[in-house]
């Protein structure tokens, strides 16, 4: 039980640095709240609206491991070192496509409540 006390209040320390030093982390999360109030005004269908909530919520989740790689990176390095660039180009691009996957599926509920 001490374990997940511990981690809980780690992964609570994770989004308090995350929120309060990362720019990226702040839009993504300001997304998600944005996303909490329209949702239901796309859908009223559960199933659905998780799509739509989840994917911004991932988002941001993608957005952490992103941003603990770079602190992860810089910390091994400050030089200049293809693998280290590699790995954070690795993050951003996981990141590039889950706001890929976000998008497209934001965009088609707006389509079908639009063509509704």
Same mark, same amino acid.
Request: proline share 3%; aromatic share 8%; hydrophobic share 60%.
């Given at each position: 039980?001490?374990?997940?006390?511990?981690?809980?209040? &780690?992964?609570?320390?994770?989004?308090?640095?995350?929120?309060? %030093?990362?720019?990226?982390?702040?839009?993504?999360?300001?997304?998600?709240?944005?996303?909490?109030?329209?949702?239901?005004?796309?859908?009223?269908?559960?199933? %659905?609206?998780?799509?739509?909530?989840?994917?911004?919520?991932?988002?941001?989740?993608?957005?952490?491991? &992103?941003?603990?790689?770079?602190?992860?990176?810089?910390?091994?390095?400050?030089?200049?070192?293809?693998?280290?660039?590699?790995?954070?180009?690795?993050?951003?691009?996981?990141?590039?496509?889950?706001?890929?996957?976000?998008?497209?599926?934001?965009?088609?509920?707006?389509?079908?409540?639009?063509?509704?």
């Amino acid at each position: 039980m001490q374990r997940i006390i511990a981690a809980f209040f &780690n992964s609570i320390e994770g989004i308090r640095f995350g929120l309060t %030093r990362e720019p990226a982390l702040r839009q993504e999360l300001i997304l998600l709240m944005l996303g909490l109030i329209v949702g239901p005004f796309l859908t009223l269908d559960p199933w %659905r609206l998780a799509a739509l909530w989840g994917v911004l919520l991932i988002l941001l989740a993608v957005e952490f491991l &992103n941003t603990g790689i770079e602190k992860l990176a810089d910390k091994v390095t400050r030089a200049d070192d293809d693998l280290v660039r590699i790995a954070k180009d690795c993050g951003s691009a996981a990141v590039f496509m889950m706001l890929a996957l976000s998008g497209g599926v934001w965009a088609l509920a707006l389509w079908e409540r639009l063509s509704a």
